[in-house]
Structures are given as C-alpha cells and as structure tokens.
C-alpha cells in the first residue's frame, strides 16, 4: 500500500491542477476561533466602551493591486481570489450599526448625543513582519464629534463627513429583524436585507472560506485596527469585542451610487460574498492608540530608540513567540493537507 501511496498523490494533484484551471482560482482561509476566547487585559489602557446594536456586515471582492495603494508598506492585502480576468482580488467590509458609549458625562450627552450612526469601511490584511491578519480602516462614518470629527483632526485619520441613515426594526420574540435599511444619501448608497432567521455557522459556507468560523473570524470579529496618520506613521488600536453569531441575511435591494469609486476609484467585482445582521455586541473595549512610524531597513522595525537590554530581552520573546506561532502554523495546515507534520 506504501508503494503505491505517491502515484495516487500525484493523480489526486493533477485533478486538483485541472479543476481550479477550469474554475477560478480559489485560496481558501482558515482562522479558527482562536482570540475570541481571550478577555480584556491592561484595562487601566481602555480609552472608551461602547455597545453597539443594529448592525449589518458586508464584504465585497476588489482587485488586491487597487487596495494595497491604501495601506502601509508593512501590510499585504490578502489575496482571496484570483481569476484571469480581474487577477488577484481582495475583501472589502464594511460594518453598520448604532453605537452608544457606556460613560459619557452630561455634557458630552447633550453636545454629542448617542446613539451614533456609524459605517466603518476595513481591508483584511496581513502583517509582513508577524504574520497575523488584522484590519485595515480605510474610512469611516460616524455622526459622532468624538469618535469622528475628533480622531480625524487631531490623528489625520479618515473621515467622511456623510450622515448613514439605518432603519431597522427587531423581533425580540423570533429573533429576527423584520426590516433593515442603510442609506447614506450623499453618496447614493442604499442596501435593503432580509434577515433568513439563520445563524452564520449553519448557513451556507462564504465563498474563499473552508468554513463560517474562518469567515466570520476574519470579518467580523476585528481585535485590532490599523490605519494611517500623519506623518506616514501607523496607528495601532487594539480593541476587545464580546463574541456574537450573527444571522444571514439576503440583499434584497443594493445601489452602491459613489460610494466605491469616491474611496477606491473602482466598482466591486460581483454580488456581496456575505451579508450578516446582528442584533446587539453588549461590550467593545477601545484600548489607547498606538503611533509608531515603520520603516523596512530598520534592524527591529520599530521606531529609532537606543538598543538597549530592554530592547534586546523584548525581541527574544518576540522570537519565541513567533517560533510557537509557525509550530501551530505548520502543524494546523499539515491537518489541512492530510500530511504528517515534520519533526
């Protein structure tokens, strides 16, 4: 049986080869629950906590060559698809939902009253250096002073000044919204979804995905978002977000209007891979931003410091770190291939 174990390996490798030449190109991703699990530490670094309710998540394919231009040299936008016709593609999210911060004084509520409409606009990305996925913000809307306006000014982040108008109306006894709408009327965005009363772990697989734990994991539960600041630095904000299963939903109605092509200059490739909808995230915990500006040659990737034994000790439990995470690396997609691991 051992003999002839590499002639069906090979047989199996090229039906493989023919099929994916005759659909396209699929990299399929796979990234278990693995941070979900976790709490919230260094809670004397949360800047803010807000809970969020109505929400709808969407993705969308665009070409990776037009995304990478919008984020930093340090990241890669992950390539999911690749066809001859479009090359390679990557995902585009976008998140909606009404946003109440848990502590605001008196003032704050009567100059800054919640809740805030809010349409959040992400990449998935994977880090060069670490080799983690993580979001990109590309832009975000948000009819909030402190959580738009603000960051925008004193950061440089992205910041579209266009009013989202969400309609909904939710089912507390099924369990289901009977309407949801998103309208940004500047930019002639309207989606209209149907809520199917289908968790996204039963509902049929996301297209690029070996399951909807991966998706789900990638899209729709962010631990951390990088965007650009000034300066060419990169801003770092971890956040922690109560685990949620959302519920598939069908689009019903879609015009994207301006919207793709004022923030990308292109028009989506194809329908929408998902739409979800949940009802509430109770908790999300905004940590302290973190500036650092990147360069490549530099020897740690970290700002100009002086290399002292701080330094020193820190990179070589980065090292250790990152060895464990190739052990799992290899073993997981060794599991993947229905290969043994070597040793």
């Not at 989606?191 to 995905?209: A, H, M, Q, Y």
């Not at 330094?311 to 052990?327: H, I, L, P």
Request: glycine share 4%.
């Amino acid at each position: 049986m051992l003999l002839y174990r590499p002639f069906f390996s090979f047989f199996r490798l090229r039906l493989n080869n023919l099929a994916m030449a005759i659909r396209r190109c699929v990299r399929r991703v796979r990234a278990p629950f693995d941070a979900i699990s976790m709490q919230a530490k260094d809670l004397d670094k949360v800047v803010t906590c807000c809970s969020t309710a109505d929400i709808c998540i969407l993705a969308w394919l665009l070409p990776q060559p037009v995304l990478q231009r919008l984020v930093h040299r340090r990241y890669d936008v992950e390539t999911i698809f690749e066809t001859d016709a479009q090359g390679p593609l990557g995902i585009v999210s976008i998140a909606a939902g009404r946003s109440t911060p848990k502590q605001q004084s008196t003032l704050e509520r009567f100059l800054d009253p919640p809740p805030h409409q809010v349409l959040s606009v992400r990449l998935n990305v994977v880090d060069k250096f670490v080799w983690q996925r993580t979001h990109w913000s590309v832009t975000s809307l948000s009819s909030s002073k402190s959580f738009g306006l603000f960051p925008q000014r004193a950061f440089g982040a992205l910041h579209t000044p266009h009013p989202v108008q969400i309609t909904s109306s939710f089912d507390t006894t099924n369990n289901r919204f009977d309407k949801y709408e998103v309208c940004i009327p500047g930019l002639n965005f309207f989606v209209s979804l149907k809520d199917l009363n289908r968790t996204v772990l039963d509902g049929p697989i996301v297209e690029g995905f070996l399951d909807n734990e991966s998706a789900l994991k990638l899209i729709g539960h962010p631990f951390e978002l990088n965007y650009r600041g000034v300066s060419g630095s990169i801003y770092r904000q971890p956040m922690w977000i109560t685990p949620f299963s959302p519920n598939v939903a069908e689009v019903m109605q879609l015009e994207t209007g301006t919207f793709f092509k004022d923030i990308f200059g292109e028009e989506p490739v194809g329908a929408p891979l998902c739409a979800w909808l949940v009802d509430r995230v109770p908790e999300t915990k905004i940590y302290q931003a973190e500036s650092q500006a990147e360069f490549e040659n530099d020897e740690y990737h970290l700002t100009s410091q002086p290399r002292g034994a701080q330094v020193r000790v820190q990179r070589r439990a980065t090292n250790r770190y990152e060895s464990f995470r190739d052990g799992l690396r290899r073993r997981a997609y060794s599991d993947i291939n229905e290969e043994e691991a070597p040793r």
